[in-house]
């Protein structure tokens, strides 16, 4: 019993999002009784182990593990394990691409703000009011008119300009931060490592390729 209280099965890969049969074949545990299992805590856990499976080690017979060896570390029945149970791991989600994150940015509440107002200001520069309008307005210099018209959409094309800058820059950052995390993600997981017990033998594996059925050795502190 020594052994027992710094081991435990470790059931990873039991929340991978596989489709549920029926695995008596294999084992005489299904994937979704696992899944139960690990929803329960405390006294509760321990009253379904014992009413199911009767304690730790009929929960080892039925997986085909020893609480004291572990697995064989066999390439085959750990294929098996993770082809009836699923691997240890979570699949990533599909990167968001450059256009989307522009999208996104694009959804500011002060971006639209800006756009609208570009928008009604290249309107307006490009308005000519009606003839008859002009002449009750008295007299008004022909050429001043002019370089107004000429000159007016350049306030709407610069906040249009700045819009786009500041999207392309928030789109560019939101990427390159995006790549950084993923890249951080996938190195912890090729490095990070846990100790179980295979073959009798305390080694240390990628948490990745923890399978149901591994004895894990858990210690205090960690």
């Known amino acids: 019993m020594g052994d027992m209280a710094n081991n435990s099965v470790s059931y990873s890969g039991v929340k991978n999002s596989l489709k549920e049969a029926n695995h008596d074949g294999d084992f005489g545990i299904t994937l979704a009784e696992l899944r139960a299992l690990m929803e329960l805590r405390s006294t509760d856990a321990l ?4 009413e199911s499976y009767g304690d730790v080690y ?3 017979t039925r997986l085909k593990t020893s609480p004291n060896e572990g697995l064989s570390g066999n390439p085959a029945d750990i294929e098996r394990r993770e082809a009836v149970f699923g691997k240890n791991f979570i699949p990533p989600k599909k990167p ?3 256009l989307q994150l522009v ?8 971006l639209i703000i800006l756009e609208i107002a570009a928008i009604v200001s290249l ?8 003839e008859g309008d002009n ?7 022909v050429g001043e008119e002019e370089g107004e018209g000429e000159t007016g ?3 709407g094309a610069a906040i249009l300009l700045s819009v786009v800058c500041v999207v392309l820059v928030t789109a560019f950052n939101d990427w390159s931060k995006e790549k950084q995390f993923r890249g951080l993600q996938s190195r912890i997981e090729q490095e990070q490592k846990f100790t179980v017990i ?4 305390v080694i240390q594996i990628p948490v990745a390729d923890i399978t149901v059925g591994d004895i894990a050795q858990v210690k205090y502190g960690k």
């Open 123 to 130: 309107g307006l520069s490009f308005y000519q009011p009606p």
């Open 153 to 155: 959409w350049i306030e």
């Open 135 to 141: 002449a009750l307005c008295g007299e008004v210099s």
């Open 198 to 201: 295979r073959g009798g033998q």
């Open 47 to 50: 009253r379904k182990i014992q």
């Open 103 to 110: 999208w996104e940015a694009l959804q500011d509440v002060t």
């Open 96 to 98: 968001k691409t450059f």
């Open 58 to 60: 009929g929960i080892c």
